[in-house]
């Protein structure tokens, strides 16, 4: 079966652009998370996925940022304006249900540059 | 809120000898831990978990780790080190539902032949 995918694999714009990063999770999987890794850290949590509804948004650093997954499978991570630093590679997991012993699947991240 | 701290940014040993990443964790309530590796260009695997089981918790790949709650640490360990452990190694702490995971800055391995 296949794993999470994320597309594109690389995105590189110039600040004040608009952009949008898929996710498609491992089918079946209900909950889907985002994080940001900037160079030398590790994941931060940005938003978290219960099928169609975001349950949890508060790592979204600012209202340029903004998530969607209308049919509960694949979502979107839309970027307004974007600044140097959101410079980083955005990752997207997926997990069966959401629960203490639920393992997360990662897919292999976008990296985005901002010029 | 949970955190963790990952004690060394990198880790040096040679093929054959044992591997020791240290990892501190603090939280208000009964943690689940997990070690997560990252090899390049790929995604995150994860390595094993401790979910309020057995302490001594083995994985994947001959590590295993074990959770002090005394000590408030989750250091993870192999006895004998391959080549292909060469990756950067991520601590995670998060809350009681496994949606608010928080990583440790990462520790890199480098093994030498």
């Known amino acids: 079966g296949a794993g999470v995918s994320q597309t594109p694999s690389n995105k590189v714009t110039e600040k004040g652009k608009y952009v949008e990063l898929r996710c498609d999770p491992i089918?079946?999987?209900?909950?889907l998370y985002w994080y940001r890794q900037s160079l030398g850290q590790g994941p931060e949590f940005l938003i978290y996925f219960q099928g169609t509804g975001a349950a949890d948004d508060s790592g979204l650093p600012n209202d340029r940022f903004f998530a969607v997954r209308p049919e509960g499978s694949v979502s979107t991570l839309k970027i307004q304006r974007t600044e140097r630093g959101d410079s980083a590679v955005y990752l997207c997991a997926s997990s069966l249900i959401s629960g203490r012993s639920n393992e997360q699947f990662f897919g292999p991240g976008t990296r985005l540059t901002v010029l | 809120a949970q955190s963790v701290t990952q004690l060394d940014s990198h880790v040096s040993v040679s093929e054959g000898t044992p591997v020791l990443l240290r990892c501190n964790y603090s939280?208000?309530?009964?943690?689940?831990l997990f070690w997560y590796v990252q090899h390049p260009n790929k995604g995150l695997q994860l390595l094993l978990k401790?979910?309020?089981?057995?302490?001594l918790v083995k994985g994947i790949n001959g590590f295993e780790a074990e959770f002090k709650k005394s000590e408030t640490s989750f250091h993870l360990t192999k006895p004998s080190a391959h080549m292909s452990d060469a990756a950067e190694y991520f601590c995670?702490?998060?809350?009681?539902?496994?949606?608010?995971?928080?990583f440790g800055a990462g520790t890199r391995l480098t093994v030498k032949p």
């Open positions: 939280s208000s309530y009964s943690p689940s």
């Open positions: 995670v702490v998060s809350d009681y539902n496994n949606n608010d995971m928080r």
């Open positions: 089918s079946g999987h209900t909950a």
């Open positions: 401790y979910t309020s089981a057995a302490t």
